[in-house]
């Protein structure tokens, strides 16, 4: 049973496309967030959703737009993509704001040419 | 501004010996703090983490970190690595923001390669 689980795994897609990353958890955990992990593999948070409420907005461009259903499911949609775009991208959940542990899915490397 | 430091960016090493991976924060205020080890394209895994009560924390796979208030540091040690043990390692820090929030820092984070 996969804890928190995203697809697609990898996206290849051309710039200027709009794509979409889907994420789900089944922990129960009422905190889910989007991560972006670049070559150098610095990790910056996006965005943090608790109990399908917007906690969490970094400095991100508005072509990101993250969409919770409810609070298990996390899905992040990418508009008009850019090369500068392309990264891993995850998803994680947890019980709590950061003062407990998070889970982490296995990523998407997203790839803009 | 409130930051994370991990000083080493990679740590080479020989299978057997022992490790200490450094992380150094800038904070006065409540802190959490954990470790986070990233094995080659998987995401993150918690190693372990402090939050309160005795400042030496054991993790998983024979990880173990010490809470240091007064030198504002979390290195993470282990005696003796295994190749198994080749990994990315990130340090966080949960800190209580100025509105009472928590928000979470990370470190760069540190490249451990274990050479037989």
């Known amino acids: 049973d996969t804890a928190v689980s995203q697809t697609p795994k990898y996206l290849v897609t051309q710039m200027g496309n709009d794509k979409s990353i889907k994420c789900e958890q089944n922990l129960g955990h009422d905190t889910m967030y989007w991560y972006k992990q670049d070559s150098k593999k610095f990790l910056k948070i996006m965005f943090s959703?608790?109990?399908?409420?917007?906690?969490i907005n970094e400095t991100v461009p508005n072509r990101f737009s993250p969409k919770s259903p409810d609070k298990a499911h996390l899905n992040l949609h990418i508009n008009s993509l850019e090369l500068g775009d392309s990264a891993v991208y995850f998803c994680?959940?947890?019980?709590?704001?950061?003062?407990?542990?998070?889970?982490f899915g296995q990523g998407t490397r997203l790839t803009v040419v | 501004a409130q930051s994370v430091t991990q000083l080493d960016s990679q740590v080479p090493v020989f299978e057997e010996a022992p490790v200490e991976l450094r992380c150094n924060y800038s904070s006065s205020v409540s802190v959490y703090l954990f470790w986070y080890v990233q094995y080659p394209n998987q995401g993150l895994q918690l190693l372990l983490k402090?939050?309160?009560?005795s400042t030496l924390v054991k993790g998983i796979n024979g990880f173990e970190a010490e809470f240091n208030k007064s030198q504002t540091s979390f290195h993470l040690r282990k005696p003796s690595v295994h190749i198994s043990d080749t990994a990315e390692y990130f340090c966080a820090v949960s800190l209580r923001n100025a509105g009472n929030n928590r928000k979470l820092i990370w470190g760069l984070g540190t490249s451990l390669a274990v050479n037989p």
């Open positions: 994680a959940s947890s019980q709590g704001q950061y003062n407990t542990e998070a889970f």
């Open positions: 959703y608790n109990n399908k409420e917007l906690i």
């Open positions: 402090y939050l309160s009560g």
